[in-house]
Each structure stands twice: as structure tokens, then as C-alpha cells.
């Protein structure tokens, strides 16, 4: 009677275990929910990862250009300092413009 017992005991508590579980049912519109979500962030990811990317190389060629730049106006400024000098001034009137100082003659080869 014991074993009885026991073994009615042992069925009702599994049956109880299996009753107690619910099976999970996926529903297809949550799923569906997900998946469109999950294209949208996705998409969207992309479509930022490919903008950052061409904004850094826009900003690489921008820097370049702008040492290049920065060359120039070095060099521009010097030849401003340069082009100031009263030596080179005076230089440009002899060859230019073929002035002469005071008490020169100035001798210019026949064509």
C-alpha cells in the first residue's frame, strides 16, 4: 500500500511539475515588431557608420590643404618682406624701368 501510495505521489507531482510549465508560444507579430526594429536601428547604424566615414576623409584632405596653405602664406610673407627692402626695390627700377642714379649713364646694348 506504501508503494502505492509513493508512485501516486511521485505521478501527481510530475503532473503538477508539467502542468505548472506553460509552453512558450512565439508570436509572430512581436517577432515581426522585433525584426522591423531591428532593420531600422541596423539601416540606420549604417547609414551613420558610412556619413562619419566620409566626413573623415573630408577632413583628412581638409587638413592637408590647409598645410599646404599654410606653406603658401609663409612663403608669400617672406616674399612680401623681401619685395619691401629698399635694395630690391631699386634693383627692380634699374632693370625694369631703366632708371639710374644720379651722376650714372646708363648703357643698354643695341637690338
Known amino acids: 500500500m506504501k508503494r502505492a501510495c509513493l508512485k501516486t505521489k ?3 507531482k510530475t503532473k503538477t511539475k508539467t502542468q505548472n510549465r506553460q509552453r512558450v508560444r512565439l508570436r509572430p507579430i512581436p517577432i515581426l515588431i522585433i525584426c522591423v526594429l531591428l532593420t531600422v536601428v541596423g539601416s540606420s547604424v549604417w547609414q551613420i557608420w558610412k556619413l562619419r566615414s566620409h ?3 573630408q577632413l583628412a584632405h581638409l587638413n592637408q590643404e590647409k598645410v599646404l596653405l599654410l606653406q603658401e602664406e609663409k612663403r608669400l610673407q617672406e616674399e612680401i ?3 619691401n627692402t629698399p635694395s630690391y626695390i631699386e634693383q627692380l627700377a634699374r632693370e625694369q624701368l631703366g632708371l639710374v642714379k ?3 649713364i646708363l648703357i643698354s646694348p643695341k637690338n
Open 10 to 12: 511521485t505521478k501527481t
Open 81 to 83: 618682406v623681401r619685395l
Open 55 to 57: 566626413v573623415e576623409g
Open 102 to 104: 644720379q651722376g650714372e
